[in-house]
């Protein structure tokens, strides 16, 4: 079932650099309505939970620990064909291959700390959202 509303995080690295508002400048600037916002910090347990899909892969562990180096900025976002459309403004996971005016080629410092993380489903959209907000945290 396609929805219109996707979830995002901004990293530890784009927070830590101070770019908690020029990135949600871009995705307001770019269409996406805000539902849920959230300034947080992930414990190594809530995001080795979050993570927990990619547990038997190489790179777990060092995400993790990424993850849970400081705070973070949860959301949840509504635009038409939200998903795709976010991907979009994302750009590649490695911000070396990410398009000009993209999220990750604007504030991305390499492959492991790019900035931003984008759902890739509609279903992963829904699992990500639920683990950061209530019924009663979105609008």
Do not use: C, W
Not at 93 to 107: M, V
């Amino acid at each position: 079932m396609k929805t219109n509303r996707t979830f995002t995080m901004i990293k530890p690295d784009a927070v830590a650099a101070g770019h908690i508002g020029a990135i949600l400048d871009m995705i307001t600037k770019s269409g996406f309505k805000i539902v849920a916002l959230k300034y947080t910090a992930l414990s190594a347990e809530k995001a080795g939970q979050f993570y927990e899909v990619h547990k038997e892969r190489p790179f777990y562990q060092g995400l993790v620990d990424f993850m849970s180096s400081g705070p973070i900025v949860a959301a949840i976002l509504e635009k038409d064909d939200a998903i795709a459309e976010f991907r979009k403004l994302i750009g590649a996971t490695n911000p070396a291959d990410a398009a000009e005016g993209t999220i990750r080629k604007k504030y991305a410092k390499s492959i492991g700390e790019n900035a931003v993380h984008g759902s890739d489903s509609d279903e992963n959209a829904e699992i990500e959202g639920n683990f950061f907000f209530s019924a009663f945290e979105r609008f």
